[in-house]
């Protein structure tokens, strides 16, 4: 069975840093390509990047130059690290997975930027 537990959301400040982690399990984790979205408050899903196995990253326009992707094949687990935070981009964080044509996320962990 899959499973996504992402953690390390929170209130900061504009400016601020953040770094979201997803553990996961019931899959070889190494092989697979992981990816994180967004949703904000009356917004659809949006992408924000994506790690391949081999460790090729690709990020949205919206976050390029302020957030990295990376991956510790060694703890399953998957990294979002967030710099120089806007209010926009306040949104449940999910990560995700594609498994046998399937999609499957976490439950989502919450950022908030606010002064």
């Known amino acids: 069975q899959v499973q996504l537990v992402e953690s390390g959301g929170g209130l900061v400040q504009p400016g601020g840093s953040l770094r979201l982690s997803c553990a996961a399990s019931?899959?070889?984790?190494?092989?697979?390509?992981m990816g994180w979205y967004r949703q904000a408050p009356g917004k659809q899903r949006e992408y924000v990047a994506r790690?391949?196995?081999?460790?090729?990253?690709t990020y949205a326009d919206s976050v390029k130059g302020r957030f990295t992707i990376s991956r510790d094949n060694a703890k399953n687990t998957v990294y979002l690290q967030m710099k120089r935070l806007k209010p926009e981009d306040t949104a449940v964080y999910y990560c995700?997975?594609?498994?046998?044509?399937?999609?499957?996320w976490g439950q989502g962990t919450q950022v908030t930027v606010s002064s």
């Open positions: 995700n997975v594609e498994v046998s044509g399937t999609f499957r």
């Open positions: 019931g899959i070889i984790f190494s092989i697979y390509a």
């Open positions: 790690i391949t196995s081999g460790g090729t990253t």
